[in-house]
């Protein structure tokens, strides 16, 4: 299994990192995808990555960093990824959930990740929360250059096709697992298998039963199950073709 987004060097994990990673190796959870979303967590995701070999760090900046210096901070980003081995950009986009007095520079600095994915020849992870419609126009001008993933994805599933269409794989998290979550589950039921992810967003949002909790990557293992659960398919198939494709996406066959 692999966990394609990943916040294991947040500090709910300090007292406890090495049992989180046994957890992993007991579940078989073997490659986890490290993301970084500002330029502290950026660093983190290095320093971990080069002591545990299971992590594959990203580099970006969240729409929460974005701030009238964002190109300040975006010309920091490229200068920590020239030196620097990551696997893809971000986590970054849009979120207009608390509010939009920094929408305009949300806007710029998301533009200026997708152009430097495209530079560089790396996936983009998209952060998208309240702000489907502007994600989804903005990164429509790049059709045909951009790849990438929709990161617990929580939208429509007929937006997930359109987003399909642009080159992006959808990945789900915990909230699949939840009762209520009628439009995950049929996105989980009902898309096409070659552009579905799974992840945990941990320490965040863990799924059933441990809803409530903190997050952690081996509950992967339950997204799994949920999803294989609604498509009246074996575990291990869900595990191969998720693996599958994020091998692909990120290029996770070696850290060398």
């Known amino acids: 299994m692999i966990d394609t987004h990943s916040h294991l060097f947040d500090e709910a994990f300090h007292e406890d990192i090495e049992e989180c990673l046994k957890r992993c190796k007991e579940a078989q959870v073997n ?4 993301v970084g979303f500002s330029h502290k967590t950026n660093q983190l995701a ?23 210096k964002y190109l300040e901070d975006y010309a920091k980003l490229v200068d920590f990824i020239q030196s620097n081995r990551i696997f893809a950009i971000g986590e970054c986009g849009l979120d207009y959930h608390y509010g939009k ?17 495209i530079a560089l020849d790396l996936p983009l992870i998209i952060h998208m929360r309240d702000a489907t419609q502007d994600t989804y126009e903005i990164v429509k001008e790049y059709a045909g250059k951009v790849r990438g993933v929709m990161h617990c994805y929580s939208g429509s599933y007929e937006m997930a096709l359109e987003f399909i269409k642009l080159g992006f794989y959808i990945s789900l998290g915990g909230p699949v697992t ?58 291990e198939d869900i595990e191969k073709i998720t693996a599958s494709n994020a091998i692909k996406l990120f290029n996770l066959e070696d850290k060398l």
């Open 31 to 34: 490659k986890i995808v490290l």
């Open 46 to 68: 290095q320093e971990y990555s080069k002591k545990y070999s299971i992590f594959y760090p990203t580099a970006g900046l969240h729409p929460s960093e974005a701030t009238p």
């Open 178 to 235: 939840f009762k209520n979550a009628k439009e995950s589950k049929r996105i989980a039921t009902n898309i096409d298998l070659k552009y579905l992810l799974v992840e945990t967003d941990c320490p965040y949002l863990a799924p059933t039963p441990y809803r409530g909790t903190r997050n952690e990557s081996s509950y992967v293992q339950y997204v799994i199950e949920e999803i294989a659960e609604l498509r009246n398919m074996k575990k």
């Open 101 to 117: 007095e920094n929408r305009e520079e949300q806007i710029q600095l998301f533009r200026k990740q997708i152009e430097l994915s």
